[in-house]
């Protein structure tokens, strides 16, 4: 766990107190702490005392929670409800002495995620039970038939005998009863056989790869290898790759066991088509021309102001590629509606985004664009929840420079503070960054309120970033009439569902999770501090802070090589959630550099606890009576090129709620790495 650092001022104090009491009487004892403050786990709404035991004449107290001085907070004792690490510094007339940092976590009941299974055995053998459970301070208590078996406390409990077998999970929040797994022993029970075997086969990057094998056999378990490796999660008869690429390539095999004995299939190999970075540069420069043949003259004469509304062209400069905020109303360029473009206007701009981006990057620029319709009506009919209030706490003091800009912990309301023009998808434009050319770069930039996508296409080199992608609301209901549910019940209502951030959420929330449920992962990867927003992105109306942007070289979380299987796989599935929305020769790029073996071994990752306690990315609404317990949630991935943040923020329009933040940047290549 990272160790606040201490406040300054609460340092020079300790000094000069130190050094009046030196001057004083040479011989006086420094003030000792002979009983420190303990860790805690407490449940949510629950609290823990906190105590130190100190020697000393007379000793002052003041607490300190990560790294800040506790209001009032000045006793021996001190009553700690929310997360955080805890000290205090104990003062007397010979000098002041801090404590041991106590850490107190805030959890909810356990929940079991992964049940114990039933099976059946081969006499002689064992079968190893075991259940996965959410909630911090687990403890475990398994059963055999109602009665707890003697030292069996852990996630796992290997059965020897005929039986029914459940585990009761706890922590201080309460406890919950796994469901119950039957295991009957058998004298001839047989080792499975293949009778299928996988298949070799050859796929373009981008597409699915699915491997399958027949076996048979009574409870039989699968795992999967790729050269040899297993692969976490892969444990059934089928095995895909939902989004294949060049790091995908190799020889799969699977392995199918019961305790009578395994199976091994014959290597499948897989071949993947990677494309050439710069293959679909020339397509989308002919779709570039192709709109920029419809426009009129003025529509495309280069732009005497990095913020012209009237024209698509500006020239290929710093201060014209940074015009992006994460803040409501206009940007520069061509407003992507009937009202700036004609139809066949609008017609030839819907072609270039369909050449420049993936079916989901595609996807998530119109579903971007409907939130901000939803804020809209929300905004002049008054049916919002209310403006959420300024996000409170510091910015974190680890991790990179964050931006200084007026947007920084402040939500916008209805636009006020940003770019005119407030919500809607009218607001969202499209400009070129340099003229469009298959052989000197220029950038394709689509932005409005929650969406930047700035793509350089620079010869051969694949650049997609800075990419900003918001939500609010995170998700919402179109029902047969027209009318939008946004509250807690959109999941359950009606109608045509909406949810633009979803593959990302549901990426962070399984890497966040499974870095939790590890104690010394999480406590490797745990930053101190409170996240109000992503901390590289843009500062004010524009991403003026680019060329000062300042990357942590320490205290960087938890390192990839440090991490199990599992977290590995969700590591390298959160990066393919962002890079995918991109065409498939970028993305192909990209996934090669950043999931290279090399890169890898660089990364890291890093989280901060929202107000419940827990990084939580749960699916919205969260826990259903307090949504806004998420809000503050932070995570991101940081490797040698890229960077990728998530942040739960309270809601504007819809303060009640939360919605997203998150922010892809690519260290070398930013606008093309040509500034």
């Not at 107290?61 to 000045?74: L, S």
């Not at 959420?388 to 706490?393: L, N």
Request: with cysteine; net charge negative; glycine share 10%.
């Amino acid at each position: 766990m990272t160790t606040p650092s201490r406040p300054l001022a609460a340092c020079a104090a300790a000094l000069a107190v130190l050094l009046a009491a030196c001057s004083a009487d040479q011989g006086a004892d420094l003030p000792a702490i002979t009983g420190q403050p303990a860790s805690a786990v407490i449940a949510t709404g629950s609290n823990t005392v906190l105590s130190v035991v100190a020697n000393g004449i007379d000793p002052a107290y003041q607490w300190y929670k990560d790294g800040a001085p506790v209001a009032d907070a000045t006793a021996a004792t001190y009553t700690a409800t929310a997360a955080g690490t805890y000290y205090v510094i104990v003062t007397d007339p010979a000098g002041t002495i801090s404590s041991a940092n106590a850490t107190v976590t805030v959890t909810d009941g356990p929940a079991v995620v992964t049940q114990p299974r039933s099976a059946t055995i081969l006499a002689g053998t064992s079968q190893t039970l075991e259940v996965e459970a959410t909630g911090a301070g687990l403890s475990y208590q398994w059963h055999k038939d109602g009665t707890a078996i003697a030292g069996a406390t852990s996630a796992t409990y290997d059965a020897t005998e005929t039986g029914t077998y459940d585990v009761v999970v706890t922590n201080a929040a309460g406890s919950v009863a796994s469901s119950s797994a039957a295991v009957a022993v058998s004298a001839t029970l047989a080792a499975p056989a293949i009778t299928t075997q996988p298949a070799a086969q050859t796929v373009n990057s981008g597409t699915r790869a699915t491997f399958t094998v027949g076996a048979s056999g009574t409870s039989v378990a699968y795992q999967w290898y790729r050269n040899g490796t297993a692969i976490a999660g892969a444990t059934g008869a089928r095995y895909t790759i939902p989004v294949a690429g060049a790091n995908d390539a190799g020889t799969y095999t699977v392995t199918v066991k019961n305790t009578a004995g395994s199976v091994t299939s014959a290597g499948a190999a897989l071949a993947v088509n990677v494309l050439a970075a710069g293959t679909n540069t020339a397509a989308v420069v002919n779709a570039a021309n192709a709109f920029l043949a419809t426009l009129s003259t003025d529509q495309k004469t280069v732009a005497t102001s990095t913020t012209a509304p009237t024209t698509v062209l500006f020239n290929y400069a710093l201060e014209n590629a940074i015009q992006w905020t994460n803040l409501p109303g206009d940007r520069h360029g061509l407003r992507l509606n009937s009202t700036a473009l004609s139809a066949a206007q609008l017609a030839a701009a819907n072609a270039l985004v369909a050449q420049a981006l993936s079916a989901t990057g595609i996807a998530m620029l119109n579903e971007l664009r409907a939130a901000d319709d939803v804020l809209a009506h929300a905004q002049t009919s008054g049916t919002g929840t209310g403006p959420g209030a300024p996000p409170t706490g510091t910015d974190p003091a680890a991790g990179g420079m964050p931006p200084t800009g007026a947007d920084m912990g402040t939500p916008p309301t209805g636009g006020a503070g940003g770019m005119a023009g407030g919500y809607g998808s009218d607001q969202y434009s499209v400009a070129f960054i340099g003229t469009p050319s298959k052989t000197s770069p220029w950038m394709l930039q689509l932005a409005g309120h929650h969406l930047a996508y700035n793509i350089t296409y620079n010869t051969g080199k694949a650049s997609a970033t800075p990419n900003f992608l918001g939500v609010e609301p995170p998700n919402w209901t179109v029902d047969a009439n027209g009318a939008v549910t946004v509250t807690a019940a959109a999941a359950a209502s009606p109608g045509t569902r909406h949810a633009p951030m979803e593959a990302q959420r549901k990426a962070v929330y399984d890497l966040a999770e499974a870095i939790q449920s590890d104690s010394a992962g999480a406590a490797a990867a745990k930053l101190s501090g409170t996240f109000t927003d992503v901390i590289m992105g843009a500062s004010g109306n524009t991403d003026a802070n680019f060329k000062t942007l300042s990357y942590p070289t320490s205290g960087r979380g938890l390192q990839y090589g440090a991490m199990n299987a599992a977290q590995q796989a969700y590591v390298r599935a959160a990066i393919a959630a962002w890079v995918d929305n991109q065409a498939a020769d970028v993305a192909s790029e990209l996934r090669a550099a950043y999931l290279s073996d090399d890169a890898l071994k660089d990364t890291w990752v890093a989280y901060g606890v929202g107000q419940g306690g827990r990084a939580d990315f749960a699916a919205y609404p969260n826990t259903a009576a307090t949504p806004l317990a998420a809000q503050h949630s932070y995570i991101r991935i940081d490797g040698p090129r890229v960077w990728i943040e998530f942040v739960v923020q309270q809601g504007v329009l819809y303060g009640t709620n939360i919605h997203y933040h998150s922010l892809w940047r690519d260290k070398t290549a930013d606008y093309g790495g040509s500034f």
